[in-house]
């Protein structure tokens, strides 16, 4: 007799139309601590925090944004992802909407991707492409495709070696007078860079590689 298949997780409701809420979004209960904690390293060679914990550096020695959690407190928002939560998905290879695992075949993980405006599509594509969107189960792929405000052209790739690639976030340099300022873009920054001790990073970026059919139709994410 075969084994019953493990029940799928399911994405949080919120709200009267019990709108799915990503298990990677971040909700208005969830506050960052950043300002007035940050400083500068006794060396002068970077930022730390003032009462730095291992926890928030990760293994390449990058600083990381703090936020607490409370997933499921307050307002969902639903273009921004929580940092510990979006890293843990794509250490872990978690659903982005459920929480739960990730649809994985012989071609790979399930990754749900834009599709690029014509100019910068080309033959290989998404090859090599760089990606802070954790991966997806198949019954949250549809989900996905029809509720997340970044995909209005999605295409289902699946890609057999996603490589952790680097970090998203922003610079924050200090100024004249010895303060802190944030830079005021969003930078992603590959591991091993020079100015990674300015960085404070937000979210994992990981290289799709080894993706199969970046033409895989809509729907037959299965295959
Ligand atoms: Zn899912």
């Not at 928002?77 to 939560?85: A, I, Y």
């Not at 610079?171 to 830079?183: E, I, N």
Request: charged share 20%.
């Amino acid at each position: 007799m075969a084994a019953a298949p493990a029940t799928p997780a399911l994405p949080l409701l919120w709200g009267r139309n019990n709108l799915p809420v990503p298990y990677a979004a971040r909700w208005s209960a969830e506050r960052a601590a950043m300002r007035g904690v940050l400083t500068v390293r006794p060396d002068g060679r970077g930022l730390a925090y003032r009462d730095e914990a291992p926890a928030d550096r990760d293994r390449h020695g990058v600083l990381w944004a703090r936020l607490t959690e409370a997933q499921g407190e307050g307002r969902p928002d639903f273009g921004s992802l929580h940092t510990v939560r979006q890293r843990r998905a794509m250490f872990d290879m978690l659903c982005q909407v459920c929480g739960g695992p990730a649809s994985r075949t012989s071609r790979g993980w399930l990754f749900l991707v834009q599709r690029p405006e014509t100019a910068e599509e080309s033959a290989d594509w998404p090859e090599g492409l760089l990606s802070t969107k954790p991966p997806v189960c198949e019954p949250c792929a549809a989900l996905a495709a029809r509720y997340c405000p970044h995909l209005t052209d999605p295409v289902a790739v699946r890609v057999r070696k996603p490589r952790v690639w680097g970090v998203f976030g922003g610079f924050v340099v200090p100024d004249a007078d010895g303060g802190l300022v944030p830079s005021p873009d969003d930078h992603t920054l590959p591991y091993g860079h020079s100015a990674a001790c300015w960085f404070l990073a937000s979210q994992l970026v990981i290289e799709l590689t080894r993706c199969w059919s970046a033409c895989e139709p809509f729907g037959m994410v299965g295959a």
